[in-house]
């Protein structure tokens, strides 16, 4: 069975600053997919940005970014510029390619303060 | 095109009485399934769906049914309610799931989640 860690509960970071929030998974897998969800305050959960395992190219979405370290089974997710919306919990998720499950980790409460 | 919706959005029962969850999309998703999260455990797959008429259950199946009889909706029935089962429920589609080439086809959309209290 996959599991997904996020060691860090909770976050905060200064407006305009960057913070990376770290996620490590364990699996026997080659091929799978990796994700950072976010869900605010009003509870809906957003896709941020997703990395498939067998690009070695680590994935971006504007002033999202990853760091993806296979060997290591890291997958720790940087906001640059950190903006007031930002504020949420962040999951960590995975799935193995020939999976219908999605495993999410425990979550990261971030709080950006002005 | 209101993509996944759910109902209701709160919810009290008392123990022992029974209740479905209502779930929806207009996307015309192969791929459904219920989430259950609890604090400090993230979100964990109670069932899932592959397409009408195929179920399978995820994590944490124990207390709940589900059944696809349409492309559309995959109602979550509790039919005897526990303390226990007190969570905010989500419910999310995808247009497919599986070994495909494009990552897109595991994008996941979320419906708007419903608290449910059992007491």
């Known amino acids: 069975a996959q599991t997904v860690t996020q060691s860090q509960p909770e976050m905060s970071v200064q407006e305009a600053e960057t913070v990376t929030l770290s996620c490590t998974y364990d699996?026997?897998?080659?091929?799978?997919?990796l994700f950072w969800y976010k869900q605010p305050p009003s509870r809906q959960m957003i896709l941020v940005i997703r990395?498939?395992?067998?690009?070695?190219q680590n994935a971006t979405e504007n002033r999202f970014s990853v760091n993806f370290q296979k060997a290591a089974k890291s997958f720790s997710l940087k906001i640059s510029d950190s903006q007031l919306g930002d504020t949420a919990m962040y999951f960590c998720?995975?799935?193995?390619?020939?999976?219908?499950?999605?495993?999410f980790g425990k979550g990261t409460k971030l709080s950006v303060i002005p | 095109n209101a993509g996944v919706t759910q109902t209701p959005k709160f919810q009290v029962l008392k123990t022992g009485q029974s209740m479905t969850l209502q779930c929806a999309q207009d996307?015309?998703?192969?791929?459904m399934s219920w989430y259950r999260q609890d604090p400090g455990m993230g979100l964990r797959l109670i069932h899932y769906?592959?397409?009408?008429?195929?179920?399978d259950q995820g994590e944490v199946p124990n207390g709940y049914n589900v059944s696809r009889s349409t492309t559309e909706d995959f109602p979550l029935r509790l039919l005897s309610a526990a303390p226990s089962q007190t969570s905010v429920y989500f419910c999310?589609?995808?247009?497919?799931?599986?070994?495909?080439?494009?990552?897109?086809?595991?994008?996941?959309?979320f419906g708007p989640g419903t608290r449910l209290t059992v007491t």
């Open positions: 999310a589609s995808s247009a497919t799931w599986g070994p495909r080439d494009s990552p897109r086809d595991y994008e996941q959309y």
């Open positions: 699996t026997s897998e080659s091929n799978y997919y």
């Open positions: 990395q498939e395992a067998y690009k070695q």
């Open positions: 998720a995975f799935t193995g390619a020939g999976s219908y499950q999605l495993t």
């Open positions: 996307m015309n998703h192969e791929y």
């Open positions: 769906s592959v397409g009408a008429g195929i179920t």
